[in-house]
């Protein structure tokens, strides 16, 4: 299976071309793309631990289907990776730690290098967003799509903006759950400067210590 490397800023990107369409594709192919996912995850692995570059944060497989441009990715930290394979954190956290999406990219067509694909530098706030809102969206309604923003207030305490399409309460706690436990989980709670929760009905602004509750002395 042929790969090709890319480096951008704190992220580094395996591209992956499939040797077989994902519109077509049969059982024995679907059971094959897993395979490909756990080599890819190998040998990204494998490519860290052998790199120079000491300030990559984050990893990113992409799988591209090069006849449709079906594309499948996955994201992770590189310290993420690191715990999973030295049995820091079982494989069902680990899953929870990675971003997967799939997207439309035309320019990967027949691109077998991946010199088509529009790769970018990710970084920690983005992606901590990015994962609160896909661990909220598998006990939201399938129909329910979380939109989400971070913006630096002052390069050091960071907002975190949420849209959900729906004022149920037991989606806001859901949301609310989930910004405590990644925040947590990264660290990251000394950087939040507060949270804002839009729906069609009104807007919520939550502060540090009405997500992690009051600070002890």
Request: hydrophobic share 40%; glycine share 2%; no cysteine.
């Amino acid at each position: 299976m042929h790969s090709s490397v890319k480096v951008v800023g704190q992220t580094l990107w395996v591209y992956i071309p499939l040797p077989f369409s994902l519109l077509k594709a049969s059982p024995i192919q679907q059971k094959r793309l897993r395979d490909i996912f756990n080599d890819a995850t190998y040998t990204t692995s494998r490519i860290l631990w052998n790199s120079n570059n000491k300030h990559l944060k984050f990893y990113a497989i992409v799988i591209a289907d090069i006849t449709s441009g079906l594309v499948l990715y996955a994201i992770g930290q590189v310290e993420d990776l690191k715990r999973y394979y030295f049995e820091r954190i079982s494989i069902d956290e680990f899953s929870k730690r990675k971003i997967f999406d799939k997207t439309l990219a035309l320019e990967v067509i027949g691109d077998k290098e991946g010199k088509n694909f529009p790769y970018f530098n990710i970084s920690t706030p983005n992606f901590l967003a990015a994962l609160i809102s896909q661990r909220a969206k598998e006990e939201i309604d399938s129909d329910i799509k979380i939109d989400w923003d971070t913006t630096s207030m002052d390069h050091q305490k960071y907002m975190f903006s949420f849209y959900l399409p729906s004022d149920k309460e037991k989606y806001i706690s859901i949301l609310k759950r989930e910004v405590k436990s990644v925040l947590r989980a990264y660290n990251f709670k000394d950087k939040l400067s507060h949270v804002t929760i839009t729906t069609p009905f009104r807007t919520l602004s939550l502060l540090k210590e009405d997500i992690f509750g009051p600070e002890k002395k």
